[in-house]
């Protein structure tokens, strides 16, 4: 099984987060899968762990929470970290190691790199790579497709490390078996991320995303509602989520009918819905909301009535 | 070290706009593809003419617009699509194919063979239109390696100029994307296609670059259905120095800056739906 560390402690400021966030924060993390959680030794003293008999090392120094027997249990993080941007790997043999950087690495011959890593005879080998150039997951995930036994990320944006939501999403995706978390705590995760650091995360973040189950145009609503899988990589309950079919401009009148089918509205009138919506949405450069499309509806209704007895 | 020439195609106005919550006017698409020509973009993807008749305008304005680009028209794999985007005038006629027996089988109710079959009917109306034709393979990520293969020599025979490989629901790793190309039969070129669900779309482009692939599908910001697609600037910023695509970075922010408020309104603005829509 794989090490999954997460850092996303280390990388914000913790002071004026709650303890009870910062707890609940780390049992969530252990549902989706991580094995072990880094924490800076100021936070390790806040958190009420036993391991270390209230001795937290000096200030600087970090931290694992890892779960034995069921309970968290704080541990020295033993890691020594060795930065590698060039092609010369240093000699690794038989130490506790994290390497960083390699964030142009996809660019170059990872598999190679990888095969090399894999042979220095390093006791411990966790790979947490840059992303300054926005691959940093996909490292992450090829390493431990080599072979590589451990990684470490941090939840969401806001620091330079493999994201862990995207991480596992890609783990579970190649071998469901690889990882034993339950992804589906990520929707709570989110939230709980966003109250300790007051940043909303973006709509569309890759798995974790409040809108990446939107769906509006035409071609992938009819493609959804005839197989979900057509159109979506996983299942919105995997992280916790739900689908939503939204009315805009690239709606068809397919979309429109099901949902006024799903407001219990007329169905009546569905092309001039659709063409208005279109108009609206093109110049408001957003869906219709439910409110609006019972409004249209209503507006239409009322048109084809007056039609008929007039 | 030698920097390789490769080329972009942009898909803002296309896959970007799809992203929910994402909808230009004509004169917005207009504006957009105009910037995207200047910044050295090679092919802009400048939607679907099958949508309806402002999207034919938008193509028709767009293509007086810019002088550089070659304007691609997105379409289903069927005639009715295809003959709007010839009216229209645009310069290369996308035609997409639904590669993985997922989506030939639940989305399309067909099967292989028949796929082949409308693809060829398709083929043969773009050339007797004198139009350039690039295919696209839709979820080739999931589709069966031999019949990637099939439709690639298909493409090929039917004179497509580019097949555009799709990660369409954003599943492939770096190293998938190598397997898939380097299966592919030489002879036509290659475009890579990735959407950012695991957040390897730049990764993946990269890869498939390495691999062969001449163009990169990429979006201004990312915008795109789901988790979104290649990030432009990202894709820039990540090969550096080693792939030229003929786009300064700095432009390129400065671009953003200037359209994001055209890109993101219904963050700059509140408004609610059109009372003239609503007042009949």
Redesign the interface.
């Known amino acids: 099984m794989v090490t999954i560390i997460d850092r996303t402690l280390t990388a914000l400021h913790t002071n004026q987060i709650q303890v009870q966030d910062l707890s609940h924060f780390c049992d969530l993390l252990f549902i989706c899968g991580v094995t072990k959680i880094e924490l800076p030794a100021t936070l390790a003293a806040r958190l009420s762990l036993s391991g270390l008999s209230g001795n937290t090392g000096a200030a600087g120094t970090c931290f694992l929470i890892q779960k034995q027997n069921g309970r968290q249990q704080l541990f020295p993080n033993d890691l020594v970290e060795q930065n590698f941007s060039g092609n010369a790997l240093p000699d690794i043999a038989r130490r506790k190691i994290r390497l960083t950087g390699m964030a142009?690495l996809?660019?170059r011959d990872?598999?190679t790199f990888f095969e090399a890593l894999l042979h220095s005879g390093a006791t411990t080998l966790d790979l947490c790579p840059s992303n300054s150039?926005?691959?940093a997951?996909?490292?992450a995930?090829?390493w431990i497709?080599a072979g590589g036994s451990s990684v470490s990320c941090a939840f969401s944006c806001g620091h330079d490390f493999p994201?862990l939501e995207?991480v596992l999403?890609?783990l579970k995706?190649?071998d469901s078996a690889s990882i034993v978390g339950d992804l589906s705590v990520f929707n709570q995760l989110r939230n709980l991320y966003e109250k300790m650091t007051r940043l909303p995360v973006s709509?569309?973040?890759?798995?974790i995303?409040t809108?990446?189950?939107?769906?509006?145009?035409g071609?992938?609503v009819?493609?959804v509602l005839?197989?979900s899988?057509?159109?979506?990589?996983f299942s919105p309950q995997t992280v916790g989520s739900q689908r939503e079919i939204?009315l805009?401009?690239?709606s068809s009148e397919q979309s429109v009918l099901y949902k006024l089918r799903e407001q219990n509205l007329s169905e009546t009138g569905a092309k001039s819905i659709l063409k208005?919506i279109?108009?609206?949405?093109?110049?408001?450069?957003?869906?219709?909301?439910d409110l609006?499309l019972y409004?249209?509806a209503s507006?239409v209704k009322n048109?084809h009535q007056t039609e008929i007895y007039c | 070290m030698t920097i390789k020439q490769k080329y972009i195609v942009d898909t803002t106005l296309r896959d970007g706009e799809q992203s929910p919550g994402i909808a230009f006017t004509l004169k917005e698409k207009v504006a957009i593809a105009r910037a995207l020509d200047q910044l050295g973009v090679s092919r802009i993807e400048a939607g679907t003419p099958a949508m309806g008749k402002e999207e034919c305008q938008a193509f028709e304005k767009i293509r007086l617009a810019c002088r550089y680009a070659r304007i691609i028209a997105w379409n289903r794999m069927n005639l009715d699509d295809i003959k709007s985007s010839i009216s229209c005038g645009a310069d290369i006629i996308h035609v997409c194919v639904p590669a993985s027996d997922l989506l030939i089988r639940e989305k399309l109710r067909k099967n292989r063979a028949e796929v082949l079959e409308q693809l060829t009917a398709c083929a043969d109306f773009v050339h007797s239109a004198n139009k350039e034709l690039t295919i696209g393979l839709e979820d080739a990520s999931r589709a069966d390696r031999d019949f990637i293969v099939r439709l690639t020599q298909r493409a090929i025979k039917l004179g497509a100029s580019t097949l555009r490989i799709s990660d369409t629901v954003g599943i492939m790793s770096p190293s998938a994307i190598k397997a898939c190309i380097n299966q592919i039969p030489a002879g036509i070129d290659l475009e890579i296609h990735a959407h950012n669900d695991l957040g390897m779309a730049v990764a993946n482009s990269i890869q498939g670059l390495r691999s062969g692939a001449k163009y990169a599908d990429a979006t201004l910001f990312g915008i795109g259905e789901r988790a979104g697609n290649c990030n432009l600037e990202h894709l820039l910023i990540a090969t550096k120095g080693q792939l030229d695509f003929g786009i300064r970075l700095d432009d390129l922010r400065l671009l953003q800056e200037i359209l994001s408020p055209v890109i993101f309104k219904n963050r700059h603005t509140v408004h609610s739906f059109p009372s003239s829509l609503l007042a009949r």
């Open positions: 142009d996809i660019s990872y598999r150039m926005h691959c997951t996909a490292i995930l090829e497709f994201r995207e999403m890609g995706l190649r709509p569309m973040k890759a798995v995303g809108d990446i189950f939107k769906v509006e145009s071609i992938h009819d493609g005839k197989n899988a057509t159109y979506e990589p939204v805009g401009k690239h208005q279109k108009e609206g949405c093109s110049q408001l450069g957003r869906n219709i909301s609006e409004a249209l507006e048109d």
